[in-house]
């Protein structure tokens, strides 16, 4: 094997530092992002105000502190009585990512748990994209009106056109909240056996039953269903006694009549609770009705009296007995188990555009120029115009801080890993010369004007530094959490004109008409993204420490320190 020369050695040494700088970058803008969102969270505690949920409950007048059951607030009207209740997507669903970070979402409740509405808090998604969402008014109207459980489990939400990502990422972290089992962290203990032996002697087994998971079969010794068990929570978790909710153990015959309900858990306090559950005549109002029946029921109609002395503690447990019963008689049919990467048309589109565009740029192929020149028009029309998967500042930071979304966006993380592997591994930019979008529309310009213009000496130096310069506020404005939009910094948004700010479409106009005059003008003059390709391109060129890598090393020292001055 022959000796590796010096100067080879030297290349890949320092290929190597500039790649740990871009790395150490990237670290220190999550670190700084974690220690900001838990700064953030723990400034939460003024919590929801009565006047941010009027519009879901017209009587609020108070809520109450965070209960950790739900991990929410209760709403009450001006007696003090219950009207629902409302939940925060975060920090149970910071992980879902739209497309550059997560969005804090409140979900009200009514008592009878059903949502009432859907209310955006806040968000590290763009201002744009954000924009269009809430101007959209079906598109949060869409959970209205579902239970808990159905809410949780809803697919299909229609996203909204030049913001899918963040749509998207918004309903996945509604599911979140509301589903597994983020609901029954109240009484998390389920239903033993030996609760329902104290009624069916002969119950050996419990299973649930598929389409109504909550209702559990009672199975004897012999494998034959002499009854049906089920709870009340988590379907009346919100239902207050005098201290809290109620957990109701129902036990049933093989045609769903109740032969017995009991107290399992509770957050209520002694000694109503013991009153309730020394009074026999109490629960024996519900027995022999059927779960239908008892859903149907109005107290008041029925004349079912309260317990003497626990009256908020019964009449709770007997709303809560009612609620349950309504919900155990809704057939739903379980989620149907996710892949592991869910892929849309949208996705496999971007990905057969990516590979394409690697194996036109690593073959023969790039010097077909109709093959070229029809490709470059999927780029525009189809990866920008249609799908707007470009890779971009705002997007990387986004990542950086908040985690790859790769479950909402597969499609746009293989063009990004592409994007970064590329330079790295085969000193090939591939996504600059053949996957941007607003490259291709460049190089289409570059062809209308056969003279074109060749920028030298002082001003090539000036405008050849400025993407290094729009590179370091990038970091400045990550890691100080600065209120800067840094999809302002590029004409990429430009291709969704809908979302697209006045900033974004002027430097994408300003940068089409610069092409026709400089080949690539943008990318040359103006791109901080193409710049970061660059500066991780392993290359022949890279055996000098030069000044890119001097400014390398100055960014990371920046970004260190503002990380010690939070």
């Known amino acids: 094997m022959p000796p590796v020369s010096k100067n080879r050695y030297r290349r890949w040494l320092l290929h190597a530092y500039r790649v740990g700088i871009f790395v150490f970058i990237l670290f220190l803008i999550r670190h700084q992002h974690a220690w900001y969102v838990a700064q953030k969270q723990g400034e939460r505690k003024e919590l929801v105000t009565a006047e941010q949920v009027r519009d879901f409950f017209p009587e609020a007048e108070s809520l109450s502190d965070w209960d950790p059951g739900h991990g929410g607030q209760n709403v009450f009207d001006k007696g003090g009585e219950s009207l629902g209740y409302v939940v925060q997507t975060s920090p149970e669903a910071d992980k879902v990512i739209g497309f550059s970070g997560p969005t804090n979402t409140l979900i009200a409740l009514g008592k009878d748990n059903r949502v009432r ?18 101007k959209d008014e079906g598109y949060l109207a869409q959970w209205n009106g579902l239970g808990r459980d159905e809410a949780g489990q809803v697919s299909g939400v229609d996203a909204v056109s030049g913001a899918t990502l963040t749509s998207n990422a918004i309903a996945d972290s509604i599911s979140t909240r509301l589903g597994g089992n983020g609901h029954t962290d109240r009484f998390p203990e389920e239903i033993s056996i030996e609760e329902v032996q104290v009624f069916l002697e002969d119950a050996a087994t419990l ?3 598929e389409k109504r998971p909550k209702m559990l079969q009672v199975i004897d010794g012999e494998g034959t269903l002499i009854g049906y068990a089920s709870r009340t929570s988590p379907f009346a978790d919100h239902m207050l006694g005098y201290q809290g909710p109620t957990d109701l ?11 017995a309900l009991a107290i399992r858990e509770t957050y209520d306090n002694e000694p109503f609770v013991g009153y ?8 024996n109002n519900f027995t022999g009705f059927d779960l239908k029946e008892i859903a149907q029921i109005d107290m008041a109609d029925a004349g079912i009296d309260e317990v003497t002395g626990a009256t908020k503690t019964s009449i709770t447990s007997a709303e809560s007995l009612i609620l349950a019963a309504s919900e155990l008689t809704r057939e739903r049919t379980p989620p149907a188990k996710e892949p592991w990467i869910p892929l849309t048309i949208r996705d496999v589109g971007t990905m057969l555009v990516t590979i394409m565009g690697i194996v036109i740029a690593f073959t023969g192929l790039k010097g077909n120029r109709k093959l070229r020149f029809v490709f470059q028009a999927v780029l525009i029309g189809y990866l920008g115009f249609v799908n707007a998967d470009m890779l971009s500042q705002a997007l990387l930071v986004g990542w950086a801080q908040n985690g790859v979304a790769w479950r909402v966006a597969p499609g746009l993380v293989f063009l990004s890993a592409a994007a970064l592997i590329a330079p790295i591994i085969t000193g090939r930019q591939v996504y600059c010369t053949h996957l941007c979008p607003y490259g291709a529309a460049q190089d289409w310009l570059g062809r209308r004007i056969p003279k074109q213009i060749a920028i030298r000496g002082k001003m090539e130096k000036v405008l050849s530094a400025l993407p290094t310069v729009l590179l370091v506020w990038v970091v400045v404005v990550a890691i100080a959490h600065l209120p800067f939009s840094l999809v302002a910094l590029e004409p990429f948004d430009a291709f969704v004109i809908r979302i697209a700010g006045w900033v974004t ?8 008409v610069a092409a026709l005059f400089v080949p690539r003008a943008y990318c040359r003059y103006g791109c901080p993204t193409g710049a970061m390709l660059k500066f991780i391109r392993v290359s022949a060129a890279s055996e000098r420490f030069g000044r890119r890598d001097w400014v390398a090393a100055g960014l990371a020292l920046l970004a260190l320190g503002l990380t010690f001055l939070r």
Do not use: N, Q, W
């Not at 129902?250 to 009549?257: G, L, N, P």
């Not at 309730?276 to 629960?283: A, G, M, P, Q, S």
């Open 117 to 134: 509405g859907i209310l955006v808090l806040s968000s590290g998604d763009t201002k744009e994209h954000l924009a269009v969402i809430l």
């Open 207 to 209: 299973t649930p039953l």
């Open 249 to 259: 153990l129902i036990v049933m015959d093989t045609e769903e009549r109740v032969i």
């Open 276 to 283: 309730v559950k020394e009074d026999e005549y109490f629960f």
């Open 505 to 512: 479409i002027t430097i994408a106009v300003i940068g089409l």
